[in-house]
């Protein structure tokens, strides 16, 4: 009896059970040629991306021979910089570059000139930040003036003074940018006026104020007192060396990518 009862409970409990699915076989898709292709598409994407962005990142080529440099900055150039890491790069073409690790030579940037003020009244907002800021970096720091022809250099040269206060040993000479003959002016005027602001300078300071200006405009322009008694930083873009030989400073490019800085900058190589 109870052997039978048992077996009638077995059978009951078997049909109660669920009953086991068959897994569905499995069924191989076809991968479509197009879904190769566009992960192929991706992965060459990323590979070469590197590569893409170094080659965005290659500046002006740099005269054979230079060494020292120097940075000229305003408002223009974004900042913020690495003020302690200002490096020029040149890769194997000797073109500039920002990446230190594609660069065949590095060289330290140890000078850079800030404008400072501009006419009468003007000046760089971004100055005072960036002047203490390449102060405290131990660069040998400058600064300049933008001069205008058409307004009084007695005024240009206070407002440049009160701006820039007092040079420490290690500063370059205050620097004057001269670069046009503005409307109302002559030529004469243009280098009476400069004179004027370069003597103001140099009996503040105690020392002899740098000219900037086009290798052009020193030839065309500029008087021979400023000429000769002046250092001349002379901007000429391009490999071939100023027509004007006693330079102290050429500015041989504004498109030069330097480590530090975001975009293109001005770059000079300094005799």
């Known amino acids: 009896m109870t052997t039978n009862k048992t077996k009638r409970l077995n059978n009951v409990t078997k049909k109660l059970r669920p009953k086991k699915r068959r897994k569905a ?3 191989r898709k076809k991968v479509s040629p ?17 590569y893409l962005h170094f080659r965005s990142e290659r500046g002006a080529a740099v005269p054979e021979g ?3 440099f120097c940075l000229d900055l305003s408002h223009h150039n974004a900042g913020p ?6 490096y020029v790069a040149v890769d194997r073409s000797g073109r500039t570059v920002r990446d230190l690790k594609a660069a065949r030579d590095i060289f330290p940037v140890k000078r850079i000139v800030l404008k400072a003020t501009e006419g009468e009244s003007m000046y760089d907002d971004k100055f005072r930040e960036r002047w203490a ?11 300049y003036h933008y001069f205008r022809s058409d307004k009084d250099p007695l005024r240009q040269a206070e407002h440049f003074i ?9 500063d370059l000479s205050p620097v004057l940018d001269v670069e046009e003959i503005h409307k109302g002016s002559t030529s004469k005027e243009l280098n009476d006026n400069a004179l004027i602001w370069l003597k103001v300078i140099e009996r ?7 000219v900037y200006t086009s290798d052009s405009f020193v030839r065309d322009v500029l008087s021979k007192k400023i000429r000769d008694g ?5 901007a000429r873009y391009g490999e071939d060396a100023p027509e004007y030989k006693n330079w102290t400073m050429w500015q041989f490019t504004d498109r030069a990518v330097v480590h530090g800085i975001k975009g293109k900058v001005d770059l000079s190589v300094i005799r």
Do not use: N, Q
Request: aromatic letters at 12%.
């Open 25 to 27: 076989p499995k069924i």
């Open 34 to 50: 197009f879904a190769v292709l566009a992960v192929l598409s991706v992965l060459l994407l990323f590979t070469t991306l590197p």
């Open 66 to 68: 230079a060494r020292g």
């Open 81 to 86: 910089y690495s003020w302690d890491s200002l």
């Open 133 to 143: 800021d390449a102060g405290k970096a131990g660069l040998e720091r400058g600064a």
């Open 162 to 170: 009160h701006t820039v206060g007092p040079l420490r040993h290690s």
């Open 204 to 210: 503040h300071y105690g020392r002899k104020p740098i």
């Open 230 to 234: 002046y250092p001349i930083w002379v």
